[in-house]
């Protein structure tokens, strides 16, 4: 009896210390959960809705980032941070919106902590907003949004307030003042007026050495430059673009892109897109105005922000998928074609391209980005109007 009695003591004593032990790991779970840990950031996209460019993050629950600005190497930058957060299946690179946004990177630490860093071009003014909400499955969206503020280059454009004139005494002859000398106007990058810049192959092929075979063959294939811009600083020539349209495929365009370098030893950024975005049509059509509708047209329309996404884009996005596809897969020679001679070390590359453009639309996401290739680096796109983007850096 003895006996137990004292066993019956022992068992008490272990469930009172098991029960110990479980209140004080819900409470250092609990404030593990309020320093911000337990959260994972699964997904990021960045898309542009009009005047604004957002950037998306997806998390597993709701947590307000860190959003700070810096200047690293000459390029301003928006800096989201989640400190102590998992990173999941993000990508190392985002490609940017080619008008704010240069590129997207995600950074992590093995002992938890995720940072997304948002490099801008320089000399591009804006604003930001952030917001959050939540999502489907209990996760939560963060979303950050940029606008161009053209109202900081009329700033710093108008001319500076005179001084008053001192009072002149009245037998002395008061002399018309000169006018004002104007105020610089050297914010930002504009577009050459009164001249029309042509383009050519042969200047393309100066430009971007490294993309040789890719330019000879679509100019034996019969594609020409329909559009050329010069986009400069004042006294400095920054950036040129180029336009190349076919007869035989009216829905498809190559985009090119010279941005030289800024700095020496730094290299020059070329980028050469064949994209499906002349698609007509009345899915295309109605995508493309909503995609300028300003932030306060978009308010007066929906509730929220998010359901503009995801009652009126999302629909719209999926449509243009499963359209684009078809049409890639009309010209599909097209395509193969640009590849294998953007990246002819890389003969299985259209093989790769071609598996990923017949995977079945998924109903739930309105697209995806794959990289295709590091060097050169190539993305395949397929979110709204697809489109293939290679990378060519030239030395300075």
Same mark, same amino acid.
């Given at each position: ?7 019956? !003591?022992?068992?008490? !004593? ?67 941070? +989640? ?5 999941? !299946? ?76 001192? *009072? ?16 610089? &106007? ?14 050519? +192959? ?24 329909? *559009? ?13 673009? +180029? ?38 049509? *009345? ?69 790769? +391209? ?29 979110? &709204? ?12």
């Amino acid at each position: 009896m003895s006996f137990n009695r004292k066993n019956s !003591r022992i068992k008490l !004593r272990w469930a009172g210390i098991f029960l110990l032990c479980l209140g004080l790991a819900g409470t250092a779970a609990a404030a593990w959960g309020q320093r911000g840990g337990g959260v994972e950031v699964r997904r990021l996209g960045l898309s542009r809705v009009g005047e604004n460019t957002m950037l998306t993050v997806v998390l597993s629950r709701a947590v307000q980032p860190r959003v700070s600005t810096r200047t690293q190497g000459g390029k301003p930058q928006l800096v989201v941070e +989640f400190p102590q957060a998992q990173a999941g !299946r993000l990508p190392g690179r985002l490609a940017g919106d080619d008008i704010l946004v240069e590129q997207v990177r995600t950074e992590s630490a093995p002992a938890g902590g995720v940072k997304i860093v948002v490099d801008l071009f320089p000399e591009t003014p804006y604003k930001f907003w952030r917001q959050s909400r939540s999502a489907e499955g209990g996760q939560a969206q963060f979303i950050l949004g940029l606008t161009p503020d053209p109202a900081a280059v009329q700033a710093r454009q108008a001319p500076a307030p005179e001084p008053p004139e001192p *009072e002149t005494p009245p037998a002395v002859a008061q002399r018309e003042p000169e006018p004002p000398p104007p105020a610089p &106007d050297d914010y930002g990058y504009k577009e050459e007026r009164g001249t029309v810049a042509t383009g050519s +192959f042969a200047e393309l092929r100066r430009l971007i050495p490294k993309a040789g075979p890719l330019l000879q063959g679509l100019e034996s294939d019969g594609w020409a430059v329909s *559009e050329a811009r010069t986009y400069d600083r004042p006294g400095q020539r920054f950036s040129r673009d +180029f336009v190349l349209t076919q007869r035989r495929y009216p829905e498809l365009a190559v985009k090119i892109v010279n941005l030289p370098a800024s700095h020496p030893n730094v290299p020059s950024i070329n980028i050469i897109m064949l994209t499906t975005d002349n698609l007509r049509g *009345e899915t295309a059509e109605k995508y493309r105005g909503m995609r300028q509708w300003s932030f306060a047209k978009i308010k007066q329309n929906f509730e929220d922000i998010g359901d503009f996404f995801d009652d009126a884009l999302k629909p719209l996005r999926i449509k243009l998928r499963q359209e684009t596809k078809d049409l890639v897969l009309r010209d599909a020679k097209v395509f193969q074609t640009f590849l294998q001679r953007a990246c002819p070390q890389q003969p299985q590359l259209s093989q790769k +391209f071609m598996q990923h453009v017949n995977e079945k639309v998924n109903q739930r996401f309105e697209g995806v980005q794959y990289t295709l290739s590091e060097n050169p680096l190539v993305i395949l796109n397929m979110v &709204d109007f697809l489109y293939v983007k290679a990378f060519f850096l030239e030395a300075g």
